[in-house]
């Protein structure tokens, strides 16, 4: 069972930019994706990225955020740019089910979150 943990989330004004980290225990195959969560709200996929380095992002944040994995650390970051206080959510890491980014689907392994917040 890989272990996943995202760090790197804050307060930040809009317009800003952060940039998350997630960090596995162990090496992972398989499609990798950020999603996040507002109270209240729908988690949603936000981008995902596949062993390859094939991404696919969500259109609200598409042309802004940018998603990569680095297979040799264990690791996958995503850079976030032009930061709107709709971003604003808990950001998760997960492994896919697959190794398909495009048509990601979430496996049961997730990290503990991080939160991004977004003032206006």
């Known amino acids: 069972q890989v272990q996943l943990v995202e760090s790197g989330g804050g307060l930040v004004q809009t317009g800003g930019s952060l940039r998350l980290s997630c960090a596995a225990s162990?090496?992972?195959?398989?499609?990798l994706g950020w999603y996040r969560q507002a109270p209240g709200k729908q988690r949603e996929l936000v981008a995902a990225v596949s062993y390859g380095g094939n991404t696919n992002y969500a259109d609200s944040v598409k042309g802004r955020f940018t998603i990569s994995r680095d297979n040799a650390k264990n690791t996958m970051s995503l850079q976030m740019n032009s930061l709107k206080p709709e971003d604003t959510a808990v950001y998760y890491c997960?492994?896919?089910?697959?190794?398909?980014?495009?048509?990601?689907?979430?496996?049961?392994?997730w990290g503990q979150g991080t939160q991004v917040t977004v003032s206006s």
């Open positions: 997960n492994i896919g089910l697959t190794g398909n980014a495009f048509n990601y689907i979430p496996g049961g392994n």
């Open positions: 162990g090496r992972v195959f398989a499609a």
